[in-house]
């Protein structure tokens, strides 16, 4: 299935969740915050949370700024 | 100046000087401006990650124990402004946000309408909420009335440098304030940021006039110095302005030259 992790298209296996999509990035362990369709997933419920077909996913840090 | 501490939301802050970490070239040069601002809150921004990329700015801010604060900068609306807020809030596992919403990006000033919609949402939320607003006297007043822990006006636009352009309306700001103030935006140098501190400011936060400084940790260290001598001119209570001379020396008495 396609999702799109950051504006990008990526294909993942049927049954894929958050936590696959984060370890993919290389996701260091503090500082990330995640949105899926526009709600924000809470770390702890990545792993249980698997993606819809055409699923939408920001995944976010801390940059310098303001 | 430990006796006199910045308070908002309940929390104490030694230093009246936020600095922001936009805009500096490098972490290492932030780093050493951050030091010399002796700051303990700093703001940061929220972006989507890049695969394996890691800007580091936490980690500089976890090896001196300075706070992030992270803001919603860039967001148009109301409902972008919430949800990079709740971002922030998960990932830097913090309920305080520096809330801004921006009209275009031109002027990067506040758009008010969707400023005070976003602030009502996030307090409602549970957030400890800190909007970059115009410096307009009333929509100050209903961000506070909504349940803002500071109000944060803007000097003049974002990264101009051209100081506080309207003073008067700062003082309107803090004359009627039942929060904190703090002058965001438009600092260029030192004296402007003991001018903030002198019309009543509780604080200053700033972050181009120092990162793009040519001497970021030396400017860094300025603006230190001026919000501290702008606060103690604040406290000492300056002298009224007169027209004419009024000498400071006694009376000379005539004698004879001979």
Request: proline content about 7%.
């Amino acid at each position: 299935m396609t999702v799109t992790v950051n504006g990008q298209p990526w294909d993942l296996p049927d049954g894929a969740t958050l936590a696959d999509v984060l370890h993919r990035l290389g996701t260091p362990p503090r500082g990330v915050a995640v949105a899926l369709d526009g709600a924000v997933v809470p770390r702890a419920r990545w792993a249980g949370t698997p993606l819809p077909a055409g699923a939408s996913v920001d995944v976010v840090t801390a940059v310098q700024g303001g | 100046m430990a006796d006199d501490p910045l308070i908002i939301a309940g929390r104490e802050f030694g230093s009246r000087l936020i600095l922001g970490t936009g805009g500096a070239d490098n972490l290492a040069v932030l780093e050493r401006a951050l030091l010399a601002a002796q700051t303990e809150l700093t703001t940061v921004a929220i972006r989507r990650m890049d695969t394996g990329s890691r800007s580091g700015v936490l980690d500089v801010l976890a090896r001196h124990g300075i706070e992030p604060l992270p803001n919603t900068a860039g967001c148009r609306t109301a409902a972008e402004a919430v949800l990079t807020a709740q971002l922030g809030a998960e990932a830097l596992q913090t309920s305080w946000v520096k809330l801004e919403v921006i009209a275009d990006d031109r002027t990067l000033l506040p758009e008010p309408i969707e400023l005070l919609d976003a602030a009502e949402q996030l307090v409602d939320h549970g957030f400890t909420v800190l909007p970059y607003t115009n410096d307009d006297p009333v929509l100050a007043r209903r961000l506070a009335d909504a349940g803002c822990a500071a109000v944060m006006p803007l000097g003049s636009p974002i990264g101009t440098g051209l100081g506080i352009r309207n003073p008067h309306n700062i003082e309107m700001i803090v004359a009627q304030a039942t929060v904190p103030v703090v002058l965001d935006a438009g600092i260029g140098t030192a004296s402007e940021a003991a001018q903030a501190m002198e019309l009543g400011c509780d604080a200053v936060l700033l972050a181009t006039a120092v990162t793009r400084a040519e001497d970021p940790p030396r400017m860094a260290e300025a603006m230190r110095l001026a919000v501290q001598a702008g606060r103690h001119a604040r406290l000492a209570g300056r002298i009224p302005q007169r027209f004419w001379a009024q000498a400071s020396s006694p009376h000379r008495e005539s004698y004879s030259a001979s």
